[in-house]
Protein backbone atom coordinates (compact mmCIF):
# COMPACT_ATOMS: atom_id res chain seq x y z
CA UNK A 1 0.00 0.00 0.00
CA UNK A 2 1.56 3.31 -1.26
CA UNK A 3 -0.17 6.34 0.49
CA UNK A 4 0.95 9.91 -0.51
CA UNK A 5 0.51 12.80 2.33
CA UNK A 6 -0.22 16.34 0.90
CA UNK A 7 -0.01 19.28 2.67
CA UNK A 8 1.11 22.69 1.76
CA UNK A 9 3.96 22.59 3.94
CA UNK A 10 5.87 20.06 6.58
CA UNK A 11 6.77 21.93 9.44
CA UNK A 12 5.14 25.06 9.88
CA UNK A 13 1.30 25.58 10.73
CA UNK A 14 -1.03 23.15 12.94
CA UNK A 15 -2.06 21.35 10.14
CA UNK A 16 1.57 20.65 8.84
CA UNK A 17 2.21 19.00 12.07
CA UNK A 18 -0.74 16.62 12.17
CA UNK A 19 0.11 15.84 8.48
CA UNK A 20 3.48 15.34 9.29
CA UNK A 21 2.73 13.40 12.46
CA UNK A 22 1.09 10.86 10.25
CA UNK A 23 3.15 10.04 7.29
CA UNK A 24 6.17 9.59 10.10
CA UNK A 25 3.47 7.17 12.18
CA UNK A 26 2.59 5.65 9.08
CA UNK A 27 6.39 4.36 8.14
CA UNK A 28 6.96 3.48 11.60
CA UNK A 29 4.51 1.02 11.23
CA UNK A 30 5.75 -0.15 7.51
CA UNK A 31 3.20 1.55 5.48
CA UNK A 32 4.60 3.32 2.43
CA UNK A 33 4.23 6.59 2.98
CA UNK A 34 5.62 9.97 1.25
CA UNK A 35 4.86 13.53 2.16
CA UNK A 36 4.53 15.87 -0.86
CA UNK A 37 4.77 19.43 -0.18
CA UNK A 38 4.50 22.86 -1.92
CA UNK A 39 7.26 24.30 0.85
CA UNK A 40 9.31 22.14 2.44
CA UNK A 41 11.47 23.37 5.91
CA UNK A 42 12.67 19.58 7.12
CA UNK A 43 15.43 17.50 5.39
CA UNK A 44 13.35 14.69 5.92
CA UNK A 45 14.11 12.73 1.96
CA UNK A 46 10.69 11.20 2.55
CA UNK A 47 8.86 14.38 1.97
CA UNK A 48 9.59 15.71 -1.61
CA UNK A 49 9.39 19.34 -2.84
CA UNK A 50 6.68 19.92 -5.80
CA UNK A 51 9.63 22.26 -7.10
CA UNK A 52 13.30 21.43 -7.74
CA UNK A 53 14.78 23.09 -4.24
CA UNK A 54 18.14 23.11 -6.85
CA UNK A 55 16.51 25.56 -8.89
CA UNK A 56 16.76 28.83 -7.54
CA UNK A 57 13.82 30.05 -9.95
CA UNK A 58 11.44 27.18 -9.20
CA UNK A 59 11.89 27.73 -5.15
CA UNK A 60 11.20 31.19 -5.40
CA UNK A 61 8.00 30.73 -6.94
CA UNK A 62 7.10 28.23 -4.18
CA UNK A 63 7.78 30.52 -1.64
CA UNK A 64 5.84 33.50 -3.04
CA UNK A 65 3.22 31.52 -4.49
CA UNK A 66 0.47 32.18 -0.88
CA UNK A 67 1.41 35.64 -1.92
CA UNK A 68 0.16 35.88 -5.20
CA UNK A 69 -2.76 33.29 -4.50
CA UNK A 70 -4.40 36.49 -2.13
CA UNK A 71 -4.20 38.86 -5.32
CA UNK A 72 -8.13 38.50 -5.82
CA UNK A 73 -8.93 39.41 -2.18
CA UNK A 74 -7.12 42.32 -2.44
CA UNK A 75 -9.88 44.17 -3.94
CA UNK A 76 -11.88 43.60 -0.89
CA UNK A 77 -11.12 46.79 0.93
CA UNK A 78 -13.49 45.87 4.12
CA UNK A 79 -12.29 42.53 4.47
CA UNK A 80 -11.24 40.99 7.81
CA UNK A 81 -7.92 39.81 8.82
CA UNK A 82 -8.37 35.79 8.66
CA UNK A 83 -7.04 33.84 5.70
CA UNK A 84 -9.13 33.42 2.62
CA UNK A 85 -7.80 31.60 -0.13
CA UNK A 86 -9.34 31.49 -3.86
CA UNK A 87 -6.82 28.78 -5.10
CA UNK A 88 -6.73 30.62 -8.63
CA UNK A 89 -3.17 29.96 -9.31
CA UNK A 90 -2.59 28.10 -12.52
CA UNK A 91 0.93 26.31 -13.40
CA UNK A 92 0.81 24.72 -10.49
CA UNK A 93 3.23 21.18 -11.17
CA UNK A 94 1.73 19.13 -7.85
CA UNK A 95 -0.85 17.32 -9.95
CA UNK A 96 1.36 16.26 -12.31
CA UNK A 97 3.95 15.26 -9.47
CA UNK A 98 1.29 12.96 -7.69
CA UNK A 99 0.18 11.74 -11.00
CA UNK A 100 3.64 10.29 -11.28
CA UNK A 101 4.59 9.06 -7.92
CA UNK A 102 1.08 6.94 -8.88
CA UNK A 103 0.44 6.23 -4.84
CA UNK A 104 -2.74 4.07 -3.99
CA UNK A 105 -4.10 6.28 -2.15
CA UNK A 106 -3.78 10.60 -2.43
CA UNK A 107 -4.42 11.43 1.12
CA UNK A 108 -4.99 15.46 1.24
CA UNK A 109 -4.67 18.16 4.51
CA UNK A 110 -4.17 21.85 3.99
CA UNK A 111 -3.65 22.35 -0.03
CA UNK A 112 -4.12 25.57 -0.17
CA UNK A 113 -1.55 28.83 -0.08
CA UNK A 114 -1.03 28.51 -4.00
CA UNK A 115 -0.40 24.82 -3.77
CA UNK A 116 -3.51 23.82 -5.84
CA UNK A 117 -5.69 25.73 -8.69
CA UNK A 118 -9.57 23.49 -7.38
CA UNK A 119 -9.79 22.35 -10.35
CA UNK A 120 -6.66 20.96 -10.33
CA UNK A 121 -8.23 18.24 -8.58
CA UNK A 122 -9.92 16.92 -10.73
CA UNK A 123 -7.07 15.92 -12.31
CA UNK A 124 -5.78 13.63 -10.01
CA UNK A 125 -6.13 10.06 -10.62
CA UNK A 126 -6.34 8.20 -7.45
CA UNK A 127 -8.50 7.56 -4.66
CA UNK A 128 -8.83 10.54 -2.49
CA UNK A 129 -8.66 10.45 0.65
CA UNK A 130 -9.38 14.48 2.40
CA UNK A 131 -8.58 15.37 6.20
CA UNK A 132 -9.98 18.82 7.00
CA UNK A 133 -7.82 20.86 9.40
CA UNK A 134 -10.01 23.72 8.72
CA UNK A 135 -13.25 25.16 7.06
CA UNK A 136 -12.07 25.56 3.52
CA UNK A 137 -12.56 22.62 1.63
CA UNK A 138 -16.39 23.26 2.01
CA UNK A 139 -16.58 26.99 1.71
CA UNK A 140 -16.21 29.67 -0.83
CA UNK A 141 -13.11 30.56 0.56
CA UNK A 142 -12.81 31.13 4.13
CA UNK A 143 -10.75 28.86 6.46
CA UNK A 144 -12.95 30.19 9.87
CA UNK A 145 -16.19 30.61 9.01
CA UNK A 146 -17.09 32.10 12.31
CA UNK A 147 -20.76 32.59 12.74
CA UNK A 148 -21.60 32.57 9.10
CA UNK A 149 -24.13 29.75 7.76
CA UNK A 150 -23.98 30.70 4.00
CA UNK A 151 -21.85 27.12 3.11
CA UNK A 152 -24.86 25.35 4.18
CA UNK A 153 -26.67 26.57 0.81
CA UNK A 154 -24.26 29.09 -0.96
CA UNK A 155 -22.09 31.22 -0.65
CA UNK A 156 -22.14 34.90 -1.39
CA UNK A 157 -22.39 38.41 0.64
CA UNK A 158 -19.21 36.89 2.22
CA UNK A 159 -18.68 38.55 5.94
CA UNK A 160 -15.09 37.51 5.40
CA UNK A 161 -14.71 39.58 2.43
CA UNK A 162 -16.74 42.71 3.88
CA UNK A 163 -19.26 41.75 0.67
CA UNK A 164 -22.60 42.62 0.82
CA UNK A 165 -22.94 41.63 -3.38
CA UNK A 166 -24.04 38.01 -4.08
CA UNK A 167 -22.04 37.48 -6.53
CA UNK A 168 -18.86 38.31 -5.06
CA UNK A 169 -15.64 35.76 -4.97
CA UNK A 170 -16.47 33.39 -2.26
CA UNK A 171 -19.78 32.48 -4.43
CA UNK A 172 -17.18 31.85 -7.29
CA UNK A 173 -14.99 29.82 -5.04
CA UNK A 174 -17.79 27.82 -4.10
CA UNK A 175 -19.34 27.15 -7.65
CA UNK A 176 -15.75 26.18 -9.07
CA UNK A 177 -16.14 23.71 -6.62
CA UNK A 178 -19.47 22.52 -6.90
CA UNK A 179 -18.31 21.82 -10.11
CA UNK A 180 -15.64 19.82 -9.46
CA UNK A 181 -16.50 17.84 -6.14
CA UNK A 182 -19.96 16.79 -7.48
CA UNK A 183 -18.15 14.88 -10.09
CA UNK A 184 -15.35 13.69 -7.71
CA UNK A 185 -15.28 11.11 -5.46
CA UNK A 186 -13.70 11.89 -2.23
CA UNK A 187 -13.69 10.66 1.29
CA UNK A 188 -13.64 12.97 4.32
CA UNK A 189 -12.30 12.88 7.42
CA UNK A 190 -12.83 15.16 10.23
CA UNK A 191 -10.07 15.35 13.10
CA UNK A 192 -12.95 15.72 15.38
CA UNK A 193 -16.70 15.27 15.48
CA UNK A 194 -17.34 19.12 15.51
CA UNK A 195 -15.75 19.99 11.67
CA UNK A 196 -17.17 16.37 10.84
CA UNK A 197 -20.57 17.85 11.20
CA UNK A 198 -20.27 20.89 9.81
CA UNK A 199 -19.09 19.16 6.38
CA UNK A 200 -22.27 17.10 6.71
CA UNK A 201 -24.02 20.06 6.39
CA UNK A 202 -22.30 21.77 4.29
CA UNK A 203 -23.76 21.86 0.36
CA UNK A 204 -20.59 21.52 -0.95
CA UNK A 205 -19.77 17.64 0.54
CA UNK A 206 -22.83 16.94 2.53
CA UNK A 207 -23.38 13.75 -0.01
CA UNK A 208 -19.45 12.50 0.61
CA UNK A 209 -18.54 9.76 2.87
CA UNK A 210 -17.40 11.37 5.86
CA UNK A 211 -15.47 9.40 9.18
CA UNK A 212 -14.04 11.04 12.44
CA UNK A 213 -10.29 10.38 12.99
CA UNK A 214 -7.98 12.50 15.56
CA UNK A 215 -4.96 13.58 14.37
CA UNK A 216 -1.62 11.67 16.09
CA UNK A 217 0.25 12.45 18.91
CA UNK A 218 3.54 10.43 19.90
CA UNK A 219 2.82 10.06 23.22
CA UNK A 220 6.30 8.51 23.67
CA UNK A 221 7.82 12.03 23.26
CA UNK A 222 5.14 14.24 24.56
CA UNK A 223 4.47 12.79 28.05
CA UNK A 224 5.48 14.08 31.73
CA UNK A 225 8.67 14.57 33.32
CA UNK A 226 9.72 16.58 36.65
CA UNK A 227 8.13 20.12 36.49
CA UNK A 228 11.22 21.27 38.73
CA UNK A 229 13.81 20.00 36.05
CA UNK A 230 11.31 21.39 32.93
CA UNK A 231 11.46 24.80 35.12
CA UNK A 232 15.10 24.94 35.59
CA UNK A 233 15.74 24.13 32.45
CA UNK A 234 13.21 27.41 31.06
CA UNK A 235 14.67 29.49 34.24
CA UNK A 236 11.01 29.90 35.69
CA UNK A 237 10.36 30.07 39.53
CA UNK A 238 9.86 27.15 41.44
CA UNK A 239 7.23 28.45 44.13
CA UNK A 240 3.98 30.40 41.58
CA UNK A 241 1.75 28.93 39.90
CA UNK A 242 2.63 29.44 36.11
CA UNK A 243 -0.08 30.09 33.77
CA UNK A 244 0.71 29.14 30.12
CA UNK A 245 -0.40 30.79 26.64
CA UNK A 246 0.71 30.23 23.23
CA UNK A 247 0.11 29.60 19.45
CA UNK A 248 1.97 30.44 16.33
CA UNK A 249 1.01 34.58 16.68
CA UNK A 250 0.00 34.12 20.12
CA UNK A 251 -1.06 38.04 20.33
CA UNK A 252 -1.68 39.25 17.04
CA UNK A 253 -4.23 36.32 15.54
CA UNK A 254 -7.48 36.96 16.66
CA UNK A 255 -8.80 33.27 16.66
CA UNK A 256 -6.18 32.50 19.73
CA UNK A 257 -7.80 34.54 21.84
CA UNK A 258 -5.25 36.62 23.13
CA UNK A 259 -7.60 39.70 24.28
CA UNK A 260 -10.62 37.27 25.89
CA UNK A 261 -7.23 35.76 27.34
CA UNK A 262 -6.07 39.69 28.51
CA UNK A 263 -9.86 40.26 29.48
CA UNK A 264 -9.84 37.07 31.64
CA UNK A 265 -6.68 37.32 33.61
CA UNK A 266 -8.72 40.99 35.30
CA UNK A 267 -11.05 38.30 37.22
CA UNK A 268 -7.95 36.00 38.71
CA UNK A 269 -8.27 36.43 42.29
CA UNK A 270 -4.81 34.28 43.00
CA UNK A 271 -1.95 36.47 43.60
CA UNK A 272 0.90 33.25 43.57
CA UNK A 273 0.83 33.74 39.81
CA UNK A 274 2.62 34.48 36.37
CA UNK A 275 1.79 33.73 33.16
CA UNK A 276 4.04 32.47 30.21
CA UNK A 277 3.68 32.76 27.10
CA UNK A 278 5.09 31.04 23.61
CA UNK A 279 4.46 32.33 19.73
CA UNK A 280 5.18 35.76 20.62
CA UNK A 281 8.16 38.04 21.53
CA UNK A 282 7.49 40.84 24.10
CA UNK A 283 4.87 43.82 23.22
CA UNK A 284 6.40 46.62 22.38
CA UNK A 285 2.95 47.89 24.76
CA UNK A 286 3.05 44.97 26.48
CA UNK A 287 0.01 44.55 29.01
CA UNK A 288 0.58 45.09 32.81
CA UNK A 289 -1.64 41.90 33.99
CA UNK A 290 -0.55 43.10 37.87
CA UNK A 291 1.86 40.02 37.74
CA UNK A 292 4.95 39.03 36.18
CA UNK A 293 4.82 37.89 32.39
CA UNK A 294 7.75 35.73 30.44
CA UNK A 295 7.67 35.99 26.73
CA UNK A 296 9.40 33.15 25.63
CA UNK A 297 9.65 34.10 21.55
CA UNK A 298 8.46 30.96 18.94
CA UNK A 299 9.83 27.76 19.56
CA UNK A 300 10.48 25.38 16.70
CA UNK A 301 10.78 21.88 17.85
CA UNK A 302 8.95 19.44 20.36
CA UNK A 303 11.30 19.29 22.76
CA UNK A 304 11.14 22.55 23.81
CA UNK A 305 7.06 22.18 23.80
CA UNK A 306 7.67 18.81 25.84
CA UNK A 307 9.62 21.00 28.79
CA UNK A 308 7.45 24.00 28.59
CA UNK A 309 4.18 21.88 29.31
CA UNK A 310 5.64 20.24 31.67
CA UNK A 311 7.05 23.37 33.57
CA UNK A 312 3.24 25.32 33.86
CA UNK A 313 0.60 24.09 36.00
CA UNK A 314 -2.55 25.00 33.47
CA UNK A 315 -2.71 25.56 29.83
CA UNK A 316 -5.08 28.24 28.27
CA UNK A 317 -6.38 28.08 25.23
CA UNK A 318 -9.03 30.52 24.23
CA UNK A 319 -9.36 30.59 20.69
CA UNK A 320 -11.99 31.46 19.54
CA UNK A 321 -12.69 28.70 16.62
CA UNK A 322 -10.35 24.92 17.15
CA UNK A 323 -11.23 21.76 15.29
CA UNK A 324 -8.51 19.73 16.98
CA UNK A 325 -5.99 21.94 18.81
CA UNK A 326 -2.39 20.63 18.74
CA UNK A 327 -1.84 22.99 21.86
CA UNK A 328 -4.88 20.95 24.00
CA UNK A 329 -4.02 17.76 22.77
CA UNK A 330 0.09 17.79 23.53
CA UNK A 331 -0.19 19.62 26.98
CA UNK A 332 -3.03 16.81 27.94
CA UNK A 333 -0.18 14.22 27.03
CA UNK A 334 2.11 16.00 28.79
CA UNK A 335 -0.43 15.46 31.92
CA UNK A 336 -1.00 19.32 32.02
CA UNK A 337 -4.50 20.41 32.79
CA UNK A 338 -6.21 22.76 29.62
CA UNK A 339 -8.70 25.29 30.40
CA UNK A 340 -10.02 26.41 26.74
CA UNK A 341 -13.71 27.65 25.29
CA UNK A 342 -16.36 24.89 24.69
CA UNK A 343 -15.88 25.55 21.05
CA UNK A 344 -14.97 23.55 17.94
CA UNK A 345 -13.60 20.07 18.75
CA UNK A 346 -12.60 21.36 22.03
CA UNK A 347 -14.66 18.94 24.18
CA UNK A 348 -13.56 15.87 22.32
CA UNK A 349 -10.43 16.19 24.04
CA UNK A 350 -11.51 18.29 27.40
CA UNK A 351 -13.31 16.18 29.63
CA UNK A 352 -14.99 19.22 31.68
CA UNK A 353 -13.83 19.28 35.28
CA UNK A 354 -12.01 15.91 34.65
CA UNK A 355 -9.09 16.75 33.02
CA UNK A 356 -9.62 20.61 32.46
CA UNK A 357 -12.38 23.07 32.16
CA UNK A 358 -14.51 23.87 29.88
CA UNK A 359 -15.80 28.11 29.55
CA UNK A 360 -18.41 29.36 28.34
CA UNK A 361 -17.75 30.61 24.95
CA UNK A 362 -16.05 33.85 24.72
CA UNK A 363 -16.94 34.39 28.69
CA UNK A 364 -13.84 35.92 29.98
CA UNK A 365 -15.10 35.43 33.34
CA UNK A 366 -15.84 31.68 33.24
CA UNK A 367 -12.48 31.46 31.57
CA UNK A 368 -11.27 32.77 34.97
CA UNK A 369 -12.99 30.36 36.67
CA UNK A 370 -11.52 27.58 35.29
CA UNK A 371 -7.85 28.89 35.38
CA UNK A 372 -8.74 28.90 39.44
CA UNK A 373 -10.64 25.72 39.64
CA UNK A 374 -7.83 24.08 37.76
CA UNK A 375 -5.23 25.81 40.25
CA UNK A 376 -6.72 25.13 43.36
CA UNK A 377 -8.08 21.97 42.43
CA UNK A 378 -7.41 19.57 45.71
CA UNK A 379 -7.29 16.29 43.18
CA UNK A 380 -5.17 17.97 40.96
CA UNK A 381 -2.44 15.40 40.32
CA UNK A 382 -6.17 13.53 39.54
CA UNK A 383 -6.52 15.74 36.79
CA UNK A 384 -2.61 15.48 35.43
CA UNK A 385 -3.28 11.78 35.31
CA UNK A 386 -6.89 11.54 33.65
CA UNK A 387 -5.62 14.30 30.88
CA UNK A 388 -2.17 11.91 30.28
CA UNK A 389 -5.05 8.64 30.47
CA UNK A 390 -7.40 10.27 27.80
CA UNK A 391 -4.59 11.29 24.68
CA UNK A 392 -2.91 7.70 25.33
CA UNK A 393 -6.00 5.91 24.84
CA UNK A 394 -7.59 8.18 22.13
CA UNK A 395 -5.63 9.92 20.04
CA UNK A 396 -1.60 8.04 20.86
CA UNK A 397 -0.02 7.69 16.92
CA UNK A 398 -0.19 3.90 17.24
CA UNK A 399 -3.85 3.94 17.99
CA UNK A 400 -4.48 6.47 15.05
CA UNK A 401 -2.17 5.34 12.56
CA UNK A 402 -4.50 1.89 12.42
CA UNK A 403 -7.25 3.64 12.05
CA UNK A 404 -6.03 5.45 9.04
CA UNK A 405 -4.90 1.98 7.49
CA UNK A 406 -8.12 0.31 7.88
CA UNK A 407 -9.78 3.10 6.15
CA UNK A 408 -7.39 2.83 3.07
CA UNK A 409 -7.70 -0.76 3.21
CA UNK A 410 -11.58 -0.18 2.97
CA UNK A 411 -11.31 2.37 0.24
CA UNK A 412 -8.92 0.12 -1.96
CA UNK A 413 -11.42 -2.33 -1.64
CA UNK A 414 -14.33 -0.37 -2.45
CA UNK A 415 -16.40 -1.65 0.86
CA UNK A 416 -16.52 1.59 2.55
CA UNK A 417 -18.71 1.39 5.44
Known amino acids: MKILIVNTYDSQYGASRA ?7 LLEIGINSLMLVQIKRTDDHTVIPVYDENNKIQKALAMVRPTLDQIPVMFYKNRTKTLFSPSWLPFSKAVKKINEINPDIVHLHWITGGMFKIEDI ?25 DCENYINICGNCPRLGSNKDNDLSKRIFLRKQRIF ?27 KHYIIPNPIDTNLFKPISKEYARYLWNLPQD ?51 FKTHYLGHLS ?9 NAVDVV ?32 DMIEHMINGYLAKPFDPEDLAKGIEWVLNAPNYDELCKNAREKVVREFDSIVVAKKYVELYKELLNGNLK
Open 240 to 290: KKLILFGAMSATTDINKGFKELTDALKFLTLKNIELVVFGSSKPKNATDFG
Open 316 to 347: VVPSLQENLSNTIMESLSCGTPVVAFDVGGNR
Open 122 to 146: DKIKKPILWTLHDNWAFTGGCHIKW
Open 182 to 208: NKKNIVIVGPSSWIADLSKRSALLKDK
Open 19 to 25: AYRLHRV
Open 301 to 309: DDVSLVTLY
